[in-house]
Nanobody, 126 residues
Framework: VQLQASGGGLVQAGGSLRLSCAASGRTFSSYRMGWFRQAPGKEREFVAAISRGGSRMDYADSVKGRFTISRDNAKNTMYLQMNNLKPEDTAVYYC????????????????????WGQGTQVTVSS
């Protein structure tokens, strides 16, 4: 599967952005999906993940209550709605995918994902 992330940009603190991750192929519903981010000088970190069917979502503590992950299997697309953005959310955001045998499993470690998009920059000004 090939992944294309989009939707990043520059926003003021307190603002919102919605990231999209479009996937190629006809078996999108077979993949569990995730978002990770990497800020300058820092390691890549988990943001959110969603199971194959979309029934289970997991979030990093730092984004709980502000970010919402979702997917539309009919459109082969995953989303990340980001509200109340903070300067510390500034990073390159990557979408990731991996085939999921378990319908309800998500995966919060980057080594659990085999496919990665190119990243989209999110910058939050104070």
């Amino acid at each position: 599967v090939q992944l294309q992330a989009s939707g990043g940009g520059l926003v003021q603190a307190g603002g919102s952005l919605r990231l999209s991750c479009a996937a190629s192929g006809r078996t999108f519903s077979s993949y569990r999906m995730g978002w990770f981010r990497q800020a300058p000088g820092k390691e890549r970190e988990f943001v959110a993940a969603i199971s194959r069917g979309g029934s289970r979502m997991d979030y990093a503590d730092s984004v709980k209550g502000r970010f919402t992950i979702s997917r539309d299997n009919a459109k082969n697309t995953m989303y990340l709605q980001m509200n109340n953005l903070k300067p510390e959310d500034t990073a390159v955001y990557y979408c990731a995918a991996n085939l999921g045998a378990n319908f309800y499993y998500t995966g919060i470690q980057d080594y659990e994902y085999s496919y990665w998009g190119q990243g989209t920059q999110v910058t939050v000004s104070s």
